[in-house]
């Protein structure tokens, strides 16, 4: 037996197979992603201020202070700066967030680990979470509200016209 693909079929369907009810917040699906990939650019777009600039209380939590340019706490705050806004409007999403979750996993391990297993006790929940964010992001990619998207209903659009 096939799930028919109209779209109201279809809930049908799941509530039958899976007994699965539709929570009122699935309307909103594709807001809450371009709200959660556009935060969390947002956030990271912070730590690289910190770790540049000196802002937002310094790297390391002193005011002022600024990761060494060419070290990798340098580099990270360079990819944050500078390309965690691509995240933020959506534009080559999957590889961006891809990225910075394998950066957030090598801050995980380099920096919070050899202090311990548990996130809560290394302090490297945030760490861990962010990664597991932008894993996700980058499986799910840029959504509705997106460059991404854009461009490809744009692309479509082209290659329909020369049908």
Known sequence: ?????????????????????????HRFEEATLALLRVMSGLMLMQHGAQKLFGELGGWRGEPGATAPLLSQSGVAGLLEIFVAPLLVVGLFTRPVAFLFSGMLAVAYFQVHAPDGFWPIVNRGELAALYCFLFFYISARGGGKYSVDAWRGRRHNVRNLRRI
């Open 1 to 25: 037996m096939s799930i028919p693909a109209d779209r109201d079929d279809d809930r049908g369907q799941r509530e039958r197979w899976t007994g699965e009810r539709q929570f009122f917040m």
